[in-house]
């Protein structure tokens, strides 16, 4: 009697929508350089579909919100959508995409649609930073100039928009010595940006950048980053045009271990968790005139490029190779689709 063999199916390959703002895409419809200041170049997304199908994954590139919206509505739907769209106006713009794949029922990485739009106002965050116990530098909001009235903050301040990222609207006049100047900056960010200012006590010290990855009570501590602004650098704080010119005035190196890390790193997870952040997220924060960490704004969205975004340069300090960190980002999602035990 012939026995009969059995062939073992291959694993279907699980697919992944990969949605995305292009800088190119905008600039050619008229928008500015620092309009766009957020949205990735071509060669991100070049690296994020090889890191993707290296991990097996099959990846369509799907393109912005509003053709994903399209895709949506035609009854389109993958294993996951990943997504590093940013959106372009409201400061709930980075809750856009996410709201939109929940509206569908469709899994997807990265932030919901509430912290999404929490973490992107400044003061919000940090409000809720502040109510579970971490700190962050006294702050006020600027909805109008007269509000500039009540301000009681020791000078320096910083000021900045309120739902701003990649240093938009921070330049060499964001320190600001006294009120006259901070009126000035004021009144400038608000007609320019549309939106409150933040402005905050200016916080001296060392600057650093924590990455996380994971979400609740798997959340964990990947490493941290410092930095310092070179001699010759358009601004001494990291501004729009210093962070667009990294390369040239920027040095970036691991914060080293000890104490004051470990302090920098409990602070960053803390905040992580406290504003519920999912799949991966970067804590930024910095030192006061004591010496304190304190928290500045968490960045739910960090960019993927390789070697010019700061959550992998972190991973690579770390002995993370850049595959393994879209892994662990996509492991992290997919645990979503599992059923709660």
């Known amino acids: ?76 739907r993958w294993d996951l959508v990943f997504t590093i769209a940013e959106g ?6 980075e809750a856009q995409v996410p709201a939109l794949l929940e509206l569908y029922g469709q899994l997807y990485t990265f932030s919901d649609p509430l912290t999404s739009a929490v973490t992107l106002d400044k003061a919000v965050s940090k409000r809720l930073v502040a109510a ?62 549309r939106q409150p200012v933040l402005v905050e ?21 990947l490493g941290t980053m410092e930095m310092t602004i070179l001699e010759g650098a358009p601004a001494k704080d990291y501004s729009f045009e210093v962070k ?28 992580y968790r406290a504003l519920e952040c999912r799949d991966t997220s970067r804590v930024d924060t910095r030192l006061d005139r004591e010496g304190k960490p304190a928290f500045l704004e968490v960045n739910p969205l960090p960019g993927l490029h390789p070697s010019h975004s700061d959550l992998p340069m972190i991973a690579t300090q770390q002995g993370m190779p850049y595959v393994e960190l879209i892994g662990r980002i996509v492991n992290s999602a997919l645990k979503r689709k599992e059923p709660i035990k």
């Open 201 to 221: 006590e200016y916080l001296p010290g060392r600057e650093f950048t924590t990455a996380i990855l994971g979400t609740g009570p798997d959340a964990e501590v």
């Open 244 to 271: 667009e010119m990294c390369e040239k005035y920027v040095h970036y190196f691991e914060m080293p271990r000890g104490r004051l890390r470990k302090e920098v790193e409990k602070l960053a997870l803390g905040s």
């Open 88 to 93: 372009l106006y409201g400061r709930s713009r």
């Open 1 to 76: 009697m012939q026995r009969k063999t059995t062939t073992k199916r291959a694993k279907p390959r699980l697919r992944i929508g990969l949605v995305y703002d292009l800088r190119a895409d905008y600039l050619s419809m008229g928008y500015g350089p620092e309009e766009v200041g957020e949205f990735d170049s071509v060669s991100t997304i070049n690296e994020l579909d090889k890191a993707l199908t290296a991990l097996g994954y099959r990846v369509e590139r799907i393109g912005h919100g509003r053709r994903l919206a399209e895709f949506l509505v035609a009854g389109r």
């Open 132 to 193: 579970a116990g971490l700190y962050t530098p006294p702050f006020a909001v600027i909805e109008r100039p007269a509000d500039l009235r009540s301000v009681k903050l020791a000078y320096p301040v910083f000021a900045k928009p309120i739902a701003e990222g990649t240093g938009k609207g921070v330049d060499s006049a964001s320190r600001i010595d006294n009120a006259r100047q901070l009126a000035t900056v004021c009144t400038r960010l608000l007609k320019q940006y």
